[in-house]
């Protein structure tokens, strides 16, 4: 994973070994799932300016999530794609880069906990007739959102497999419609936003605000 | 108009006046110190040049005639003058025909303000009369873009606007005015300058450990080697550079866009890079063993085939916009921030060397390149016309001092290659997006944008016929635009193509022009046309000392080809003269 990250401590300057790994680029590097997590200003348009970065290139987003984040005014933004970490930092720079953003990170799987919420309308009278399907709800961790005479609503959330684990256990029992919602993720290395948004307000934001990849201060935070 | 005037003259009153939109969109111009307006009215932009009628004297505002021409024009008077061009333009096509000066302000980081009108506001999305949705047709060709649908938005986003084209990596920015948001009276009390926004920073925050392993890997080189580009002149950083260069005593090569940031005939400057650029710095791109690049952003046809692209360097690159570090090419020390004060920083840590017989090496270079292509060019003894030997005698002329605007083809890299520039801001071009079309109204606003300086319009007949309606514009402002065609009845540089690698299947690259000298006249523009090698100097010398515009059609041989060359997908090194 590292193996194009960029070693310029000095003492690699002496040693006449180049510190340029991976000099194509990182081209042939392996495609993977990656978490972008965004912090935008709450403003009309945003949404499209941050999708065309990816849209130019013909980069597919699997999945995209935006909503009000704890702070006041602030939005936040999951997106998922499968790329290569290389492509994946000239995006998050490309993001960053707009008026708007104050902050991206990009994590993979390993360094977030994530989640997807889905819901599955299945006939109530299936339910109720066969003891099977809901032992095998619970055991799935699905419960009941709604239950009506004609149908059930329950809900899960999980990783995109188990979500998907459930819709096959549904299927042969009449399962009606299913709808997922996009992932959001919680970065496991980070401290959150409060601060870091007090001193953005500042005109001169201080020195642990502008974290950098080069300096080790975290390996996928980059930014100016 | 009086007692308004006083009130509005006093930002820091806590009085307020009622006044329109348009009002505060003109009073917000005047505060920024926007001195002319590059427009075209229209249907949604009515009350705002109902308002300018009132600011005459103190808007000078010109009246293209096609919005192109506007915001070309706008991005001339920005290359120059070093300020952010103002266009105007109305609702639905006059915004359209903003998308490609957007485009090419966006690719060659020109500060623009954009003011486009827009239907009124219940009438969005109802597909109105003229009503396009300007913002999300331009948003992948702006810094910045929003609507206003609210007079009392005006002050703050316009000094947002202002604030965000010229700030950090500079950009055009579009400012989309519903027209009820330009008739609305609101209580304006004052406009205050915008130089902080929270979520947008400019400058990245400085490093000393990268300016020192910089300077560290600098001071070991043997062959080191400086590219830069644009960033200089737009980072006004002319004289620390020139500094820095000196001190170094590193051979120094450009963009395009980056040309006469040091003088072309500086000894430490060998010349230009790309796919036309010269030989020795092509070439010895692949041999430098430190490659320190300042304010350029290695686009392909300054690299060629990226994975033969200077693998032997260690790469130092010093950009104040940090998603360009590693965007092409892979970066050793990255020095983000703006290089007026990366540069002196550096240049207080490099020792004072010389590279004697590592110049040397360009300059043998040199040699073989004028030997086999430049002789010819700029000299030719015989036959028809060449383009280079009109530039060379414009450099007679001019001695440097000219502003040069060209267009995109074959006469611009040989407009490039061979104008000799003493003065930064000399050199205006369309560089990343290659816009044709673009040199004639380019030229008409770096006129604005220079008015002491003569402004020579390299152009070739292809290109010239895309905008030519510009001249409507020269003759109503009477403005002062050298315009020298260089006709080889070709649409040069496709043809080139065609001969080098489509087997001279010349296909579609034929053209034929009007007389231009009798369209010239048509727009009271002198004019001449020649196609003799005598006539050459004599003629320039007649355009230069006309007074006013001046066109002068210079007929050059058919077939000539510009090289050297880096054919696609090649190496630098791969240059070829022939």
Known sequence: MDSNKINIAPASLSSGEPARAGTDGGRDEAKQEFTITVYTENQIGLLNRIAIIFTRRKINIHSLNTSPSEIESIHRFNIVVQETEDVVRKLSRQIEKQVEVLKVYFNTNDDIIWQEMALYKVPTDIIAEKASVERLLRENGARAVVIRKDYTVFETTGHREETDALIRILQPFGLIEFVRSARVAIIKNSDGFNRKLREFEKAEPGEDVNENEYLNKGQRIFTM | ?????????????????????????????????????????????????????????????????????????????????????????????????????????????????????????????????????????????????????????????????????????????????????????????????????????????????????????????????????????????????????????????????????????????????????????????????????????????????????????????????????????????????????????????????TYPEWLKKFRDFDQKEIEAVINDELHPASGELTMGEVISHLNELTHGEAIIVTDVGQHQMVACRYAKLNKTRSNVTSGGLGTMGFALPAAIGAKFGAPERTVVAVIGDGGFQMTLQELGTIMQSNIDVKILILNNRFLGMVRQWQELFNQHRYSFVDIESPDFVALAAAYRIKGKSISERGEISSSLKEMLEHKGSFLLEVMVTKENNVFPMVPQGCSVSEIRLK
Not at chain 2, 157 to 180: E, Q
Not at chain 2, 242 to 249: P, Y
């Open chain 2, 1 to 353: 108009m009086e007692i308004e005037q006083q009130a509005l003259s006093n930002p820091t009153g806590v009085e307020t006046i009622e006044i329109s939109g348009s009002v505060a969109l003109l009073e917000a111009l005047i505060a920024e110190g926007t001195e002319v307006i590059f427009g075209y009215p229209g249907g949604a932009i009515m009350p705002i040049y109902d308002a300018l009628y009132d600011y005459k004297e103190k808007l000078n505002h010109i009246l293209v005639r096609h919005e192109q021409g506007g915001i070309h024009a706008g991005q001339g008077f920005a290359r120059t003058s070093g300020k952010v061009g103002v266009v105007f333009a109305t609702s639905g096509p006059g915004a359209t025909n903003l998308v490609t000066g957007l485009a090419d302000a966006m690719i060659d980081s020109t500060p623009l303000v954009c003011i486009t009108g827009q239907v009124f506001a219940h009438l969005l999305g109802t597909d109105a009369f003229q009503e396009t949705d300007v913002i999300n047709i331009t948003t992948p060709v702006t810094k910045w873009n929003y609507q206003v649908t609210d007079a009392t938005e005006i002050p703050e986003v316009l000094s947002k606007a202002f604030y965000i084209a010229r700030s950090g990596r500079p950009g055009p920015v579009l400012i989309d005015i519903t027209k009820n948001a330009q008739i609305q009276k609101f209580d304006y009390s004052g406009y205050t300058p915008c130089n902080h926004i929270r979520s947008y920073r400019p400058k990245p925050l400085i490093r000393n450990e990268y300016i020192e392993q910089a300077a560290a890997l600098i001071n070991q080189a043997k062959k080191p080697f400086v590219l830069w580009g644009q960033g200089v002149i737009l980072g006004e950083a002319e004289k620390e550079f020139k500094a820095f260069v000196e001190k170094s005593g590193i051979p120094s090569a450009w963009t395009i866009l980056g040309a006469g940031a040091i003088p072309t005939d500086h000894p430490l400057n060998v010349g230009m890079l790309g796919m036309h650029g010269n030989y020795g710095p092509n070439v010895l791109t692949n041999e430098c063993d430190v490659m320190i690049a300042i304010g350029m952003r290695f686009d392909d046809r300054v690299t060629g085939r990226l994975d033969k692209y200077a693998k032997q360097a260690k790469i130092i690159h010093l950009d104040i916009d940090p998603s360009e570090i590693d965007k092409n090419v892979q970066t050793t020390v990255p020095v983000w921030g703006d290089c007026k004060e990366t540069l002196p920083a550096l240049t207080a840590l490099i020792q004072q060397k």
